[in-house]
């Protein structure tokens, strides 16, 4: 799923190529698409793209007072054609088309979660948001607060969109990492010093991969491509890393699947080198499911 970083690549390229010019009409193919009926996607025919903005992990396409609303979910991503074209194959969901060229959502797979939502004015826009809570410009002292609200773990929390915005599966791996924290302490019972530690970990990893990205796509100059908005970055320390070595202390990177997600993690920097249970590996292996960074390691290690 795009997170924080990635949609504001979307939104640098989105300024570059598309806000001050007029959009002629949008084709949606996807029947699940479209949330809205009110008002019609035709109401924005003609109309110019005056700017563009982060709602969480959403992106809003703003017409003045109105909006469309794109949740891009897991697999969907945006494309940029220097031309009018229709969309087509299974994957291409809809087309803005503009007076110079064309943005296409795309989504892969056979499950189709991406949204579009056009809303007419601003309240309607603001029952949208979630309320999390922005990493990259809140105070250590809110961001305690805002945990501490709730007793969940910690990894739970990140993901929460009504806790914290923007940050999905990728990158509280890379956030939980770097604060050297376990992805299970629970956030009613975390101290001072480990919210410190988190505030100042979550600004750093997505400042720095906001940076990074922004110069990979030259300040939204240009467009992301096919598989260029990714879940799994070089670069990245611990997500999608899976027994390759911590770049902190070298041990092999943990996981623990769930769902259809799976959490990365350093045992010995994160958990004290304790290795966390994987609810089906550790019920298959009872007593050979290893409980240490050691046992995995082996004698000698």
């Known amino acids: 799923m795009p997170e924080l970083p990635d949609i504001l690549v979307y939104l640098d390229a989105l300024r570059h190529h598309a806000v001050g010019r007029r959009l002629e009409d949008v084709i949606v193919r996807g029947p699940s698409l479209l949330r809205s009926v009110e008002p019609p996607l035709d109401a924005f025919d003609?109309?110019?793209?005056?700017?563009?903005?982060?709602?969480?992990?959403?992106?809003?396409?703003?017409?003045?007072?109105?909006?469309?609303?794109?949740?891009?979910?897991?697999?969907?991503?945006?494309?940029?054609?220097?031309?009018?074209?229709?969309?087509?194959?299974?994957?291409?969901?809809?087309?803005?088309?503009?007076?110079?060229?064309?943005?296409?959502?795309?989504?892969?797979?056979?499950?189709?979660?991406?949204?579009?939502?056009?809303?007419?004015?601003?309240?309607?826009?603001?029952?949208?948001?979630?309320?999390?809570?922005?990493?990259?410009?809140?105070?250590?002292?809110?961001?305690?607060?805002?945990?501490?609200?709730?007793?969940?773990?910690?990894?739970?929390?990140?993901?929460?969109?009504?806790?914290?915005?923007?940050?999905?599966?990728?990158?509280?791996?890379?956030?939980?990492?770097?604060?050297?924290?376990?992805?299970?302490?629970?956030?009613?019972?975390?101290?001072?010093?480990?919210?410190?530690?988190?505030?100042?970990?979550?600004?750093?990893?997505?400042?720095?991969?906001s940076r990074r990205l922004s110069d990979q796509f030259d300040a939204g100059r240009v467009f992301p491509g096919r598989g260029q908005i990714t879940a799994f970055r070089k670069g990245f320390a611990v997500h999608g890393r899976f027994n390759q070595p911590c770049p902190r202390c070298g041990s092999p990177v943990q996981r623990i699947v769930y769902a259809e997600n799976e959490m990365n993690y350093c045992a010995r920097c994160q958990t004290g080198g304790r290795v966390l249970a994987d609810r089906s590996l550790s019920r298959l292996l009872r007593d050979d499911w290893p409980r240490t960074i050691e046992e995995l390691e082996g004698p000698g290690a």
């Open 46 to 209: 003609g109309r110019v793209l005056t700017g563009v903005s982060r709602l969480g992990k959403r992106i809003v396409l703003h017409f003045d007072d109105a909006a469309l609303v794109i949740h891009l979910m897991i697999a969907g991503r945006l494309i940029w054609k220097d031309e009018r074209v229709r969309p087509k194959g299974r994957d291409e969901l809809a087309a803005f088309h503009f007076e110079h060229g064309t943005l296409i959502l795309t989504e892969a797979g056979t499950r189709h979660r991406a949204t579009l939502t056009a809303v007419g004015s601003a309240d309607q826009l603001e029952r949208i948001d979630r309320g999390g809570l922005d990493l990259l410009t809140c105070s250590r002292e809110d961001l305690g607060e805002r945990l501490r609200s709730e007793n969940r773990t910690l990894k739970r929390a990140l993901t929460d969109p009504r806790l914290i915005d923007g940050v999905g599966n990728a990158y509280s791996d890379e956030i939980l990492h770097a604060a050297q924290l376990s992805p299970f302490v629970r956030t009613a019972e975390m101290t001072d010093q480990q919210i410190a530690d988190l505030h100042e970990a979550a600004r750093t990893t997505l400042d720095q991969w």
